[in-house]
């Protein structure tokens, strides 16, 4: 299984940023699909998940939720992380990764770790 993460980059306080996760069909058939961020020097935080097969249910960390929207393409076998009103401490390497459990928001719940894509959010 592999997940391809991408759309990271610099962006200032306040602004927005979409990032996307590709993966094999099989992988969004069979697993709920999320990400995490790690900030330098901090362990990995849940950020953000969807469940892939109906009903399409989303579970946000509470430091995101109202900020952030993660969403699925299922014709592109694709995921979602709009994030809006981005903050400094948000800067962070994000990891799309691939759960064979819904909800999951724990770093022992995922099966399948992307490569990451770094967010770097200047004030």
């Known amino acids: 299984v592999q997940l391809q993460a991408s759309g990271g980059g610099l962006v200032q306080t306040g602004g927005s940023l979409r990032l996307s996760c590709a993966a094999s069909?099989?992988?969004?058939?069979?697993?709920?699909v999320g990400w995490f961020r790690q900030a330098p020097g901090k362990q990995r935080e849940f950020v953000a998940a969807i469940r892939w097969t109906p009903p399409a249910s989303t579970l946000y960390s509470g430091s995101v939720k109202g900020r952030f929207t993660v969403s699925r393409d299922n014709a592109k076998n694709s995921v979602y992380l709009q994030m809006n009103n981005l903050k400094p401490e948000e800067t962070a390497v994000y990891y799309c990764?691939?759960?064979?459990?819904?909800?999951?928001?724990?770093?022992?719940?995922?099966?399948?770790w992307g490569q990451g894509t770094l967010v770097t959010v200047s004030s």
């Open positions: 069909e099989r992988t969004f058939n069979d697993y709920a």
């Open positions: 990764a691939a759960s064979s459990r819904y909800p999951f928001q724990y770093i022992d719940q995922v099966n399948y």
